[in-house]
């Protein structure tokens, strides 16, 4: 690593283990290595990291050090988790990981291997980026201001983003003047309120599938585009949709979001609402996020589909809190108007996005150097 940031470890593997895609890096003295995988292929953490372990650039390595960013909740330690967002190819769910176990399968020293929350991992390039002394290594890439306001120096900093689920985590700064990364599961709550009769009928369409606990997730996610597709379809039952059922049919249940998605950029009039609708409560959740934390210190948003999506909330300027013709991006009008009491305090909010798909990766790095 450059800039002073130097492993502990001789080598060390590093992974991002999302619901749908599987990063993995071996880091070692000949540079590193990388593989994706769907996780959906493999019945848990072991198969999977046996695979990554058998490749020819680093069969027989037997690394020192691995940190994995999971998706669900870390206990123990870092020692165990539920990986809630991983599904099978026979609609089962991987089993709670525990790392003694995997240790002992893989044949590591005993407490060779620690999780982090996949977005507590984001934190972490967060944690990076904010660090002038870090190493380029371990910091998020390509990141875009979209609305500017000064942060406050010494505030709080989170992360919310929608991916297969929806993960948040924030950070604050230590009497060092470094950034402490804290997990969060604030998409297990349920933080949408509806605000018109449609939106209403949408509730009930969602818990009739899923139950009263109904999730912020379940709506701010890959999973809450496709059920809004389905929920739009339902109520418009005149509008042809047998070309989009068909496509979502043939791709994988990970990729009926990005299907959607293609047939609204392409006109489609149920898959475009069903974007804009999802767009509309992103940017809720994400005031919502603001007002929680009060991250005057910045709220990035990661995870890989609001980039997927600027096609449809982009505009050419981003905007200022001085600036005063919000209307020209309804999505960040929509994350400003938070009504008489609260739309101040979160137009002090700076909104960052990462376009960084192996963020998770780099932070799970940064972790792994300061231990």
Same mark, same amino acid.
């Not at 009497?175 to 990364?181: K, L, N, S, T």
């Not at 609001?306 to 905007?319: F, I």
């Given at each position: 690593?450059?800039?002073?940031?130097?492993?502990?470890?001789?080598?060390?593997?590093?992974?991002?283990?999302?619901?749908?895609?599987?990063?993995?890096?071996?880091?070692?003295?000949?540079?590193?290595?990388?593989?994706?995988?769907?996780?959906?292929?493999?019945?848990?953490?072991?198969?999977?990291?046996?695979?990554?372990?058998?490749?020819?650039?680093?069969?027989?390595?037997?690394?020192?050090?691995?940190?994995?960013?999971?998706?669900?909740?870390?206990?123990?330690?870092?020692?165990?988790?539920?990986?809630?967002?991983?599904?099978?190819?026979?609609?089962?769910?991987?089993?709670?990981?525990?790392?003694?176990?995997?240790?002992?399968?893989?044949?590591?020293?005993?407490?060779?291997?620690?999780?982090?929350?996949?977005?507590?991992?984001?934190?972490?390039?967060?944690?990076?980026?904010?660090?002038?002394?870090?190493?380029?290594?371990?910091?998020?890439?390509?990141?875009?201001?979209?609305?500017?306001?000064?942060?406050? #120096?010494? $505030?709080?900093?989170?992360?919310?983003? *929608?991916? @297969?689920? %929806?993960?948040?985590?924030? &950070?604050?700064?230590? +009497?060092?003047?470094?950034?402490?990364?804290?997990?969060?599961?604030?998409?297990?709550?349920?933080?949408?309120?509806?605000?018109?009769?449609?939106?209403?009928?949408?509730?009930?369409?969602?818990?009739?599938?899923?139950?009263?606990?109904?999730?912020?997730?379940?709506?701010?996610?890959?999973?809450?585009?496709?059920?809004?597709?389905?929920?739009?379809?339902?109520?418009?039952?005149?509008?042809?949709?047998?070309?989009?059922?068909?496509?979502?049919?043939?791709?994988?249940?990970?990729?009926?979001?990005?299907?959607?998605?293609?047939?609204?950029?392409?006109?489609?009039?149920?898959?475009?609402?069903?974007?804009?609708?999802?767009?509309? #409560?992103? $940017?809720?959740?994400?005031?919502?996020? *603001?007002? @929680?934390? %009060?991250?005057?210190?910045? &709220?990035?948003?990661? +995870?890989?589909?609001?980039?997927?999506?600027?096609?449809?909330?982009?505009?050419?300027?981003?905007?200022?809190?001085?600036?005063?013709?919000?209307?020209?991006?309804?999505?960040?009008?929509?994350?400003?108007?938070?009504?008489?009491?609260?739309?101040?305090?979160?137009?002090?909010?700076?909104?960052?996005?990462?376009?960084?798909?192996?963020?998770?990766?780099?932070?799970?790095?940064?972790?792994?150097?300061?231990?």
């Amino acid at each position: 690593l450059q800039n002073g940031a130097v492993l502990h470890m001789s080598c060390v593997v590093v992974g991002d283990i999302g619901g749908t895609n599987a990063r993995l890096q071996f880091w070692g003295p000949s540079g590193c290595v990388r593989r994706v995988y769907r996780p959906s292929s493999f019945t848990g953490l072991a198969p999977l990291l046996q695979k990554f372990l058998s490749e020819d650039e680093i069969a027989n390595a037997r690394p020192s050090g691995v940190v994995l960013a999971i998706c669900g909740p870390i206990w123990n330690e870092g020692r165990s988790n539920d990986p809630n967002n991983v599904v099978m190819a026979d609609n089962l769910r991987w089993p709670p990981q525990h790392t003694h176990e995997l240790e002992a399968a893989l044949g590591l020293a005993p407490y060779t291997m620690r999780f982090l929350n996949d977005f507590e991992a984001i934190g972490y390039s967060i944690s990076g980026m904010l660090d002038p002394l870090s190493s380029p290594n371990v910091r998020a890439d390509n990141v875009t201001t979209l609305y500017e306001a000064e942060p406050q #120096v010494g $505030a709080p900093v989170a992360c919310i983003g *929608a991916g @297969t689920g %929806l993960g948040a985590c924030f &950070l604050t700064r230590s +009497g060092q003047g470094r950034y402490v990364v804290h997990p969060s599961e604030a998409g297990m709550t349920f933080t949408f309120y509806p605000r018109s009769d449609l939106e209403w009928r949408m509730v009930q369409f969602f818990r009739e599938k899923y139950g009263v606990l109904l999730e912020i997730e379940r709506l701010v996610s890959g999973l809450g585009i496709v059920d809004m597709f389905h929920f739009f379809a339902s109520i418009e039952p005149s509008i042809p949709t047998d070309d989009v059922l068909a496509a979502m049919a043939k791709a994988h249940e990970n990729d009926a979001a990005a299907v959607v998605a293609q047939y609204a950029q392409n006109g489609h009039v149920l898959c475009l609402r069903a974007i804009d609708f999802f767009l509309e #409560v992103y $940017a809720r959740t994400l005031a919502t996020a *603001a007002m @929680t934390f %009060l991250s005057y210190g910045g &709220l990035y948003i990661a +995870g890989g589909i609001l980039p997927k999506l600027r096609w449809r909330w982009d505009t050419p300027k981003t905007l200022t809190s001085q600036h005063t013709n919000m209307a020209c991006n309804p999505f960040l009008k929509t994350y400003l108007d938070q009504g008489e009491k609260m739309s101040e305090p979160v137009a002090r909010v700076p909104l960052i996005l990462i376009d960084d798909d192996d963020a998770g990766l780099k932070g799970c790095l940064n972790n792994a150097t300061k231990t």
